[in-house]
């Protein structure tokens, strides 16, 4: 079983759609979460946090469930400018952090 | 602020050259990172530093050396490089480790070893 497993996709949802993205993590010992947007060819950046109580940014929503051991993002309201690799990022709390391989969004006009 | 800045962006080798690339921070972070990235791949850890002086291996270290002189940079050389280095580097900075911590990243090195 992979450390950090996402599904790739892609998911091609229409501008104004709402769409979710989920992220599995092996080791129940981890200790932070992110989620970070790559655009293609270019470096990830951080989108948001991922905190035990759930977290809002704007559009953006991240849950945690540390029972499931995964975390989770939804995107209201989709803009053409979310179409992304979205890296879910998992935390053991030492140098170590590990990265999905990404889920790929489109956002269609 | 520029955060972290990578050097160069774009680089060809031959097999058996050798390179050295820059990563600087103006963050005043104590961890630095080198990871790479290739297709179908999450970024794996090639080295990383806790503090100015220190380095350490990573997922994958063979063919890669790094220094850390100085807290603002962490360079990354490739002794002999060979074709399966061909990948984007990546370098990050992070506060510290663990809880709510993230680490940011430099726009990237991409590298051709033919």
């Known amino acids: 079983r992979k450390e950090v497993e996402q599904d790739p996709g892609p998911f091609n949802v229409p501008e104004g759609a709402t769409v979710a993205f989920n992220c599995t993590y092996s080791?129940?010992?981890?200790?932070?979460f992110f989620w970070y947007r790559q655009d293609c060819r270019k470096e990830p950046k951080l989108l948001m946090s991922v905190y035990s109580s759930g977290n809002e940014d704007g559009r953006f929503t991240a849950q945690l469930n540390r029972a499931s051991q995964y975390i989770s993002l939804l995107i209201r309201d989709s803009k053409l400018s979310d179409s992304a690799t979205y890296l879910c990022?998992?935390?053991?709390?030492?140098?170590?952090?590990?990265f999905g391989t990404g889920t790929r969004l489109k956002v269609l006009a | 602020n520029a955060g972290v800045t990578q050097t160069p962006k774009f680089r060809v080798l031959k097999t058996g050259q050798s390179m050295t690339l820059l990563c600087a921070q103006d963050m005043n972070h104590e961890y630095m990172y080198w990871y790479r990235q290739d297709p179908g791949m999450g970024l794996r850890l090639i080295h990383y530093?806790?503090?100015?002086?220190?380095?350490a291996k990573g997922e994958v270290p063979d063919g890669y050396n790094v220094s850390r002189l100085k807290k603002q940079n962490f360079l990354l050389g490739l002794e002999s490089a060979a074709p399966s280095q061909t990948s984007v580097y990546f370098c990050?900075?992070?506060?510290?480790?663990?809880?709510?911590?993230?680490?940011?990243f430099g726009p990237g090195t991409r590298l051709t070893v033919t």
């Open positions: 990022v998992v935390n053991e709390g030492t140098y170590k952090y590990i």
């Open positions: 080791n129940s010992a981890s200790q932070s």
């Open positions: 990050a900075s992070s506060y510290l480790f663990g809880p709510r911590n993230e680490q940011y």
């Open positions: 530093s806790v503090g100015e002086g220190t380095t």
